[in-house]
């Protein structure tokens, strides 16, 4: 029989370095509840009341509740942040062809697994927000983006999608200015843009995803092959589906 331990740990100005997170932690500051035996996971969880620390270079924060921590750890946090993008990219799997740099602030709200982290399981876990991005640069596969300055309010899955096929992620985008580059040619600058999107899982290489988009911007201007278009405050809706029979 091993003994139930119901444990209250406050936290005072650590630090922690560990080879298997990307940075240093520093100015630790925290107040968790730990209550486990050691055996039943159904018991067992750890109650994050607050928690702050800081990196070289970013600062977090963040409050919740960790269960079955014995076996396949459940997180379920309310978390906020000011971070240098740069840090983490140690994090992001090889295979992904992912640069980012930048800083990104805001709050997040998250559930998921360990097992759902490990594998990328993105459309079992619940990720929602609003972030601000700034000198922000993203590279993923053969797609670059750029912005100066934008704000980002997301939720994964969509709750709200306007139909079953679009629920895997919302976005809304308010942006100085946004710049897309493909390596196929494709290239698109966005002014004073006000962008909302719903898609379908467009990680499923098998199909054409489903998105339907409204957008109000100052200004657009983009190119693709031999063509080029320029317009001045345009607006206006665009879906993307399969043709029907086809995926």
């Not at 091993?2 to 740990?9: A, F, G, N, S």
């Not at 940075?23 to 039943?40: A, I, R, W």
């Not at 972030?131 to 983006?145: E, Q, R």
């Amino acid at each position: 029989l091993m003994p139930l331990m119901d444990m209250h740990i406050v936290l005072q100005d650590g630090t922690l370095k560990y080879d298997g997170f990307p940075v240093p932690l520093s100015e630790m500051n925290g107040e968790v509840v730990f209550y486990s035996d050691l055996t039943n996971d159904d018991i067992s969880f750890v109650q994050i009341d607050k928690f702050s620390a800081k990196t070289p270079k970013s600062s977090i924060q963040t409050t919740g509740k960790i269960t079955h921590f014995l076996t396949d750890m459940h997180c379920n946090l309310t978390s906020e942040g000011d971070l240098d993008l740069s840090e983490f990219v140690p994090m992001i799997p090889a295979d992904m062809k992912t640069k980012l740099n930048g800083r990104a602030a805001g709050k997040v709200l998250s559930q998921f697994s360990m097992s759902q982290i490990d594998k990328m399981q993105l459309e079992k876990m619940q990720i929602s927000g609003s972030v601000k991005l700034t000198d922000f640069a993203l590279v993923y596969d053969t797609i670059s983006m750029q912005t100066d300055e934008s704000k980002v309010d997301f939720a994964l899955p969509n709750l709200t999608a306007s139909s079953k096929n679009k629920r895997f992620v919302s976005a809304k985008i308010n942006t100085k200015n946004l710049t897309v580059n493909t390596t196929k040619g494709i290239n698109a600058i966005v002014k004073n843009g006000q962008v909302s999107l719903e898609a379908s899982d467009f990680r499923d290489s098998t199909r054409i995803p489903e998105v339907a988009c409204t957008f109000k911007l100052d200004s657009l201007s983009a190119r693709m092959d031999t063509i080029q278009l320029a317009v001045q405050k345009p607006v206006g809706q665009l879906d993307l589906m399969p043709r029907k029979g086809q995926v």
